[in-house]
C-alpha cells in the first residue's frame, strides 16, 4: 500500500513554515515550484539486443544559495511512475531545506529512473548503458556551477563515476569532477563519503541526548534500516557508548535486548544477505521494532514508515530521522505531544550533503583533506544547524521539524530577497 503523499507532505511542511515566519502567499508559492522538473525517454539497448524504453527525471527546486544538489535514485515506488515524479519533486525540495538548515552554499535538486535494478537482475552493461543514457538526457541542465548530483536509493560511485565521464566528454573538459559527488576517491572523491550520514547523525544525536540530559553512555538504539547510513550511525554511536538493541532490514527485524555488536551483525547480513538469524537474537515485527522501549529510534529505511498508530505507541526519547521522510505528518503532533525530540531528516540525515558539499568544494580548489579534516568540518555545520534549530524551537515554542524548517525557508527566503526577481 502506497502510504501518503511526498508532495503534499512536503507542502504542508512549507505551509506551516510560511505561516509561523509570516511570508505573503506570493513568496511562499515562489518556495513551493520546482524551478525546473525534466522528464526524460532514456532507449537502452538489452543484451538480448531488444530496445527497452525507460524513463528519468530531475526535479530544480531553489537555487537562490547555490548551484542545485541532490541523490539519484534508481527505484520504482509502489506508487508507480506518476508517484515517482511526485517523489523526486518533494525530495527536491526538501534538499533545498536540507542545505539552508546546516547552512551549506547549495540549493536543492532530485532526480531518479524509475527501474529497480535489484529485483528486475539488470546486467552491469546494461545498468551502465542506461546510467550513461540518463547522464546524456539531463547533461544539458547539470553542471559544476548548476546542479550537482549525488547517489541516493540503489545508486553508488560507480554510477557516479560513469555520469561523470559522459558530462566531462559532452562538455569538452574531459575531466570536470565536481559536476557530481559521491565518486570513487580514486575520482576526487572525498574522505568520510562512505560514512557520512551515519556519523553525521551520530553528532546529531550526541547533541540532542546533551540538551534533555540523557547520557549516551548505556543508551539503548534501535535502527530501522540496515543499510549504509543505519550501519554507521550504529557503529558511531557504539563508539560513544550506547547499546544497539534492534536492528531491521527489508527482511525483517531482530531484537537483543543485552545489545547487539553492530559490526558482527552487519557481517552476518554480508554473509546471509539479512540481520534476521543473527546468533542470540530474536525476530520481531516491524511494529515492534519501531515501538520498542529504548532511547533514541533511529528510522533509517524508506518514507512514509511512522504512521498515527505507530506513533500512539511510540517508547523513545529521541528519534533520529536519518531516512528521508520516514515520519508522516498525521504523526507528528501525537509525537510532539508526547514530548519525544525529534530530529528531522533535513538536519539529523544531512552528513550526506555536507560531505558532498565538502567534496565540491575540494574538486573545486583541487586540494584535498584528511578523514579527520573533513569529519571536523561536517561536525561543524551539524551541530551548528542543531543549535540554529534549537534556537528557534524554543524562540516560537515549536518542535524541531518545524524549527528545521522554520530556519531553512528564512535562509532561502534571505537570499532570494537579496537579489530580487529578474527578469
Ligand atoms: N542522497 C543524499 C540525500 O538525500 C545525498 C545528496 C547529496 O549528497 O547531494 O541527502
Known amino acids: 500500500m502506497v502510504q501518503g503523499d511526498p508532495w503534499k507532505n512536503a507542502l504542508k511542511q512549507l505551509d506551516d513554515a510560511c505561516s509561523i515566519l509570516k511570508i505573503d502567499k506570493g513568496v511562499r508559492d515562489y518556495l513551493a515550484e520546482p524551478n525546473k522538473v525534466l522528464r526524460v ?14 524513463i528519468g527525471f530531475r526535479s530544480q527546486h531553489n537555487n537562490d544559495r547555490g ?3 541532490g541523490g539519484i ?5 509502489e506508487g508507480g511512475l506518476e508517484y515517482m515524479e511526485k517523489e523526486v519533486k518533494a525530495l527536491s525540495a526538501w534538499m533545498t531545506w536540507k542545505c539552508a538548515v546546516v547552512d551549506v552554499p547549495l540549493g536543492g535538486g532530485k532526480g531518479g529512473i524509475y527501474v529497480n535494478p535489484k529485483k528486475e537482475k539488470l546486467s552491469e552493461n546494461e545498468l551502465e548503458r542506461l546510467t550513461r543514457r540518463f547522464a546524456f538526457a539531463i547533461s544539458e541542465i547539470i553542471g559544476p556551477k548548476k546542479d550537482i548530483p549525488a547517489p541516493d536509493v540503489y545508486t553508488t560511485g560507480k554510477e557516479m563515476a560513469q555520469i561523470m565521464d559522459v558530462y566531462s566528454k559532452l ?12 565518486k570513487p576517491i580514486a575520482l576526487g572523491g572525498s574522505l568520510a563519503r562512505n560514512v557520512a550520514t551515519g556519523l ?3 553528532y546529531c544525536i550526541r547533541e540532542a541526548a546533551k540538551t534533555i540530559g540523557l547520557k549516551l553512555k548505556g543508551a539503548k538504539i534501535v535502527i530501522q534500516g540496515y543499510g549504509n547510513a543505519g550501519t554507521f550511525a550504529a557503529e558511531y554511536l557504539e563508539k560513544m557508548g550506547a547499546k544497539i538493541i534492534a536492528v531491521s532490514d527489508s527482511k525483517g527485524a531482530i531484537i537483543n535486548p543485552k545489545g547487539l555488536d553492530s559490526k558482527k551483525v552487519l557481517e552476518y547480513k554480508n554473509k546471509t544477505g539479512s540481520v534476521v538469524g543473527y546468533p542470540g537474537s530474536k525476530k520481531i515485527s516491524t511494529e515492534e521494532l519501531l515501538t520498542t522501549k529504548c532511547d533514541v529510534l533511529v528510522p533509517a529505511a524508506l518514507e512514509n514508515q511512522i504512521n498515527a498508530n505507530i506513533a500512539k505507541k511510540l517508547q523513545c526519547k529521541i528519534i533520529a530521522e536519518a531516512a528521508n521522510g520516514p515520519t508522516m505528518p498525521e504523526a507528528d503532533p501525537i509525537i510532539y505531544g508526547k514530548k519525544i525530540m525529534v530530529l528531522p531528516d533535513i538536519l539529523a540525515n544531512s552528513g550526506g550533503v555536507c560531505i558532498s558539499y565538502l567534496e565540491w568544494v575540494q574538486n573545486n580548489m583541487g586540494y584535498y583533506w584528511t578523514f579527520d579534516e573533513v569529519a ?5 555545520h551539524i551541530t551548528r544547524g542543531f543549535k540554529d534549530t534549537l534556537a528557534l524551537s524554543r524562540k516560537y515554542k515549536i518542535d524541531m521539524r518545524r524549527a528545521a524548517m522554520v530556519l531553512a525557508v528564512n535562509r532561502v527566503v534571505e537570499a532570494f530577497k537579496a537579489k530580487g526577481l529578474w527578469p
Open 41 to 54: 525517454k532514456l532507449p537502452v539497448k538489452m543484451d538480448n539486443g531488444k530496445i527497452r524504453v525507460f
Open 171 to 182: 562538455s569538452g573538459m574531459e575531466n570536470e569532477p565536481g559536476v557530481i559527488t559521491g
Open 200 to 202: 553525521g547523525c551520530a
Open 73 to 77: 535514485r534508481f527505484f520504482d515506488p
Open 376 to 380: 571536523k568540518k561536517m561536525e561543524d
Open 67 to 69: 548551484p542545485y544538489k
